[in-house]
């Protein structure tokens, strides 16, 4: 079961962009779709964005498209989320998991892998 790390959040101000990087531990972090979700306090986990194992099929929520953007690198076995534009409802904890497809990574149980989380604070 591939392991990941979130890494790259911090405190920003309205506007401004941070870049988010979800490592894998093994060689088939290449072979599954990358996730990532958002909880903010008092909130359900929500999804943000889904990329499909060798990066061609691209899904994104309602919320942040335009303003993010979902990549990957699987030479680096390392998944990125731009985050630009960012608005105060931005604020959660980041989180990256690994599925066998990006239909997948809509069902809870179907997910094989989740990171611990990354915290992205977004001041007005």
């Known amino acids: 079961q591939v392991q990941l790390v979130e890494s790259g959040g911090g405190v920003v101000q309205t506007g401004g962009s941070l870049k988010l990087s979800c490592k894998g531990s093994e060689q088939t972090f290449s072979t599954k779709a990358i996730g990532w979700f958002r909880q903010a306090p008092g909130k359900e986990r929500e999804f943000v964005a889904a990329l499909s194992p060798p990066g061609g099929t691209f899904r994104y929520a309602d919320s942040v498209k335009g303003r993010f953007t979902i990549s990957r690198d699987n030479s680096k076995n390392t998944a990125y989320l731009q985050l630009n534009s960012l608005k105060p409802e931005d604020t959660a904890v980041y989180y990256c998991?690994?599925?066998?497809?990006?239909?997948?990574?809509?069902?809870?149980?179907?997910?094989?892998?989740w990171g611990q989380g990354t915290q992205v604070t977004v001041s007005s």
């Open positions: 998991a690994a599925a066998i497809s990006t239909y997948n990574l809509f069902a809870s149980e179907s997910i094989d892998s």
